[in-house]
């Protein structure tokens, strides 16, 4: 019984909040696992499968400091640190920029795989969940 | 190699030093030029190199620090801690500006300045812009600003480090280069050390070779002249004129000096080589000379003492008797010094021999002792023996000699005393004998005590003039003393007296040895003799009384005595009746052929025929002598019956075992009848004939024997002995013996004491036997006389002994008148010498 309610409140929760997936515009990638979406947005890779897999992400985007805080568990500060030695050593560098949803759209429409994440309701039927966050 | 020939040698030997000396400053200089090389290098690594290189690794850590610090500033999003990096900033450019001071192309490190202040003004501004921008992300929209940034950081580092490198290169070069250095001296050290060790044993090699060659050569040819026959004919060839040639050339010439003195020496050698031998034959002569001298004066000298007795028994005035006693005297000195003088040359050639008998001390001791007694009595001398612990009567010595060594002493102990008295003492310590002669006369200092001994040395000169004598008595003393094995010395004070001393070892021998220990088992040899086949035996005896002696005792056994006179005779008997003969008896001494020229001649004829030697040559010598003329058996005169009668069974009877005979010890008597019978076989008759007819030979043997030379004088002492020998004369046989093995004036005197003992003795006897043999005698008419008278001379016409003999015993039982009687004794003297054809004269006339 306890599961049960346990299953139904959960299942509330997902609906009532606007969740944050990951994305891909092709079907070359079927699912991502957490460390392989940590890894890309991470700048730590760039390879998935062996697929090269260009990251973008929207710079207006109000959840930013929660979904890296969820896939890497760093505030947004460390964050900064962190970008800040990669920038300074040259190593790697953020994920690609984009103002707004068209801009992303557009980058979609390229023959690149793209992987972004977004809030659930602004999924569109050209792109493809391959990773859901759960809070 | 011929250049070096005329560098001597020291030289040479300073070539491998030299070289080593030449190669240790190559190394020296080497080492030296390498160092300084190094040094040099690590001096300018040290002062240059070395800080820059440390200021340029600083500046790399620096660099580092500094763009660190931006993206710590940018991270921490702190615009104030970009002011701080311009502490790092000024740092940095202070380092850049000295090494800018300090490099040698200041161009390079301008570049790196100026690219340095490129990127800090570029990094500068973009830290502040990203520190200024919310979100660092957003830096993503000015793409280049980053990539331009990273690009040149990363120009200006690798410039730093480029720097660095180059500095780090250019340190290492340095270093290299010292070590190489180091390592050059180290090689080349070792290289040239090696080579100069090598190149100077080579080179040493080279030298010493040549040189030890030289040497040896040297060597072998001292060797050549080291040995026994130098071989001067060697000379050194070297041709080098360096030490060695030196050497050799003056060693060439020094050979060339020892030959001539070598050749010198070998001429003198030789020449005292035959000076040696010149002198020796001359000391050989010399000593032949006294012997034969001696030997000759003692003849003349025996006359001369003969002859004076006998004009002492003719009338004389008192005067001339004075002076024929002083003759007398001096006679007798004289010849007492030439024995001496005989003796000390026998002794010197080593020809006197020790012979040792047993003998009565006593007796010895007392001998000599009267025979001296007179002269220390016609002195005034008081002359005294005494024997102390004297316990063994009989020892084993040579009693001639050892009466020889006192009579010496005891006259030389009377001549040098005029008052007082000489006395002798003999003490016994067990086997030591220790006689001592002591005297009250002049008397001895040390230094004349030390030269007693020696061969013609008085006391001193004086000495000599005033008592005469030729000084060797002592000598011959202290020779037979030491021959004895025993030791003499004197013990003596000046005017006080001398006390001569000799200690002599004795052995002691039983008293049985002295006497007679023959065991005969006559009687069985006799009858064995009697049955033996007939037979022809050769008698070679020049001796009639021998020949008389053999003849009476082999009368009863069936032998035949062919009698020869001398050798020569003996030969042609032989010759003649070759196979009858089954022995022959030779008389080695015989005069025309002696007995070993006859043994060897009927040797020669036959090997297997026996000869038995009779003869009194008891020395070795002869015997051997005999033995190599083919004799087979000696018998020693005096003939002994059981000796003879062995010796025929011996050799007639193959299957005879001869009985080992001993010597017969003597009894020391005048006329020892039982030995005489002995030897004539207990015929009592023979004996007395013998006995007499002895005498009469012989009564005057001391005037005769003056007449003789010596060998005749020798023949005839020998058959003297060897008579009174047989007949059992003992002690004239003794003295006879004496004498007849040392002919000087006391032994004689001892002959003659005997024989006119055995005169005396003989002259009692015959006065009783003359009564005994009156018997009672047959009386018979003439023709009966006739008869036997006529049977006597057909006997002594036959030559036949036996015959005689038995019709002479036939007469002796007859009454004859004195004429016949006396006519009778003639014959029978006749007879007695085999003088048949004179016997019959005397009977038919």
């Known amino acids: 019984m306890k599961k049960l309610v346990l299953i139904f409140l959960t299942s509330i929760l997902l609906f009532a909040s606007n969740d944050m997936v990951v994305v891909t515009n092709t079907s070359v990638v079927e699912k991502l696992s957490k460390s392989e979406v940590k890894r890309l947005f991470l700048s730590k890779t760039n390879k998935v499968h062996n697929i090269n897999i260009k990251v973008v992400e929207l710079s207006e985007n109000g959840e930013k400091d929660k979904f890296y805080k969820q896939i890497s568990g760093k505030s947004k500060s460390q964050l900064r640190s962190y970008w800040t030695r990669l920038i300074f050593t040259g190593k790697a560098r953020p994920p690609k920029q984009v103002n707004n949803m068209q801009e992303l759209l557009k980058e979609m429409k390229k023959s690149e795989v793209i992987v972004t994440y977004l809030p659930k309701n602004k999924v569109t039927k050209q792109m493809k969940i391959v990773y859901t966050l759960n809070d | ?845």
């Open chain 2, 1 to 845: 190699m011929n250049f070096t020939n005329n560098i001597s040698i020291f030289k040479k030997l300073l070539i491998a030093p030299l070289i080593t000396l030449i190669l240790f400053l190559i190394i020296l200089s080497y080492t030296f030029f390498e160092h300084s090389k190094a040094q040099k290098n690590i001096q300018e690594v040290q002062e240059h190199i070395q800080p820059r290189l440390e200021l340029a690794s600083k500046n790399i850590i620096l660099f580092e620090s500094i763009h660190k610090a931006f993206s710590d500033a940018v991270a921490a999003k702190e615009l104030s801690w970009i002011d701080d990096i311009s502490f790092l900033k000024s740092e940095l450019d202070f380092n850049l500006n000295s090494l800018i001071d300090k490099a040698s192309s200041k161009e390079n490190i301008n570049n790196i300045k100026n690219n340095f202040e490129e990127y800090f003004s570029f990094v500068e501004l973009v830290s502040k812009m990203l520190i200024e921008s919310e979100n660092i992300v957003t830096l993503r929209d000015n793409e280049e600003l980053i990539p331009k940034m990273i690009n040149l950081k990363e120009r200006s580092k690798n410039e730093f480090i480029k720097y660095k490198e180059e500095l780090q290169k250019r340190f290492d070069y340095k270093l290299t280069r010292s070590n190489k250095a180091l390592d050059n001296i180290l090689y080349f050290g070792l290289f040239i050390g090696i080579f100069g060790a090598l190149a100077s044993i080579v080179i040493t090699l080279i030298i010493a070779l040549p040189i030890r060659n030289s040497i040896s050569l040297v060597i072998s040819s001292l060797k050549a002249l080291a040995q026994k026959e130098p071989d001067f004919k060697k000379r050194l060839y070297y041709t080098n004129k360096d030490e060695i040639g030196e050497f050799v050339e003056a060693f060439n010439s020094f050979t060339v000096k020892v030959k001539e003195s070598y050749d010198e020496l070998e001429q003198t050698r030789n020449e005292l080589e035959v000076e040696k031998t010149k002198a020796e034959k001359a000391t050989k002569y010399k000593s032949l000379f006294l012997a034969n001298m001696s030997h000759e004066i003692r003849t003349p000298m025996n006359g001369i003492i003969g002859m004076m007795y006998l004009v002492k028994q003719t009338n004389l005035n008192t005067q001339q008797k004075e002076f024929m006693e002083k003759i007398e005297r001096s006679a007798n000195l004289l010849l007492g010094i030439i024995n001496d003088i005989l003796d000390f040359s026998k002794i010197e050639a080593g020809k006197l021999s020790i012979n040792k008998q047993a003998t009565y001390l006593k007796k010895v001791i007392e001998e000599t002792f009267l025979l001296l007694e007179d002269s220390a009595l016609k002195k005034g001398l008081s002359f005294t023996y005494e024997y102390i612990n004297v316990s063994d009567p009989c020892v084993n010595i040579d009693s001639l000699r050892l009466s020889q060594i006192l009579t010496n002493l005891l006259s030389n102990a009377i001549k040098f005393t005029n008052n007082g008295s000489v006395s002798l003492k003999v003490l016994q310590n067990e086997s030591t004998y220790r006689f001592s002669i002591s005297d009250t006369g002049i008397g001895m200092n040390s230094k004349q005590q030390d030269k007693l001994f020696h061969s013609f040395s008085q006391a001193d000169e004086s000495t000599t003039r005033e008592f005469g004598g030729t000084g060797l008595g002592l000598a011959i003393c202290k020779q037979l003393v030491e021959m004895m094995d025993g030791k003499i010395w004197v013990e003596s004070k000046e005017d006080v007296g001398s006390t001569f001393i000799f200690e002599l070892e004795f052995e002691a021998c039983s008293i049985d040895d002295l006497k007679q220990t023959t065991k005969l088992d006559l009687k069985e040899l006799k009858e064995k003799l009697k049955k033996i086949s007939p037979t022809k035996v050769i008698l070679a005896e020049d001796n009639e009384m021998n020949q008389e002696i053999v003849h009476s005792l082999l009368d009863d056994m069936p032998i035949e005595i062919l009698d020869a006179s001398d050798g020569s005779v003996a030969v042609n008997l032989y010759k003649k009746y070759q196979n009858d003969i089954s022995l022959i008896f030779m008389d080695l001494q015989m005069p025309i052929m002696d007995g070993y020229e006859a043994s060897s001649i009927i040797r020669k004829i036959d090997k297997d025929i026996p000869i038995i030697a009779i003869s009194a040559n008891a020395l070795e010598e002869d015997a051997n002598r005999s033995k190599n003329a083919g004799v087979n058996k000696h018998i020693n005169k005096p003939i002994n019956v059981y000796e003879l009668f062995s010796s025929i069974l011996e050799f007639i009877e193959k299957d005879f075992e001869p009985l080992k005979t001993q010597e017969i010890q003597l009894e020391d008597c005048i006329l020892d009848k039982n030995l005489g019978l002995k030897y004539v076989d207990n015929n009592i008759l023979l004996y007395e004939k013998l006995l007499k007819s002895f005498y009469n030979k012989y009564k005057t043997w001391d005037s005769e024997i003056l007449t003789m030379d010596i060998s005749e004088k020798k023949l005839y002492i020998h058959t003297f002995k060897g008579m009174s020998g047989t007949l059992g004369i003992n002690k004239l046989y003794k003295f006879l013996k004496q004498y007849e093995h040392e002919d000087n004036e006391t032994n004689k005197k001892f002959v003659k004491n005997a024989f006119d003992e055995y005169v005396k003795y003989i002259d009692l006897n015959e006065n009783t036997t003359k009564t005994d043999t009156k018997k009672i005698l047959k009386n018979i008419s003439k023709e009966e006389l006739n008869e036997v008278l006529n049977e006597l001379k057909d006997s002594l016409e036959s030559f036949m002994p036996k015959k005689i003999k038995e019709v002479i015993e036939k007469i002796d039982t007859i009454n004859i008148d004195d004429a016949l009687s006396k006519k009778l004794i003639k014959v029978k003297e006749n007879v007695a010498l085999y003088k048949f054809e004179e016997a019959l004269e005397v009977l038919n006339g």
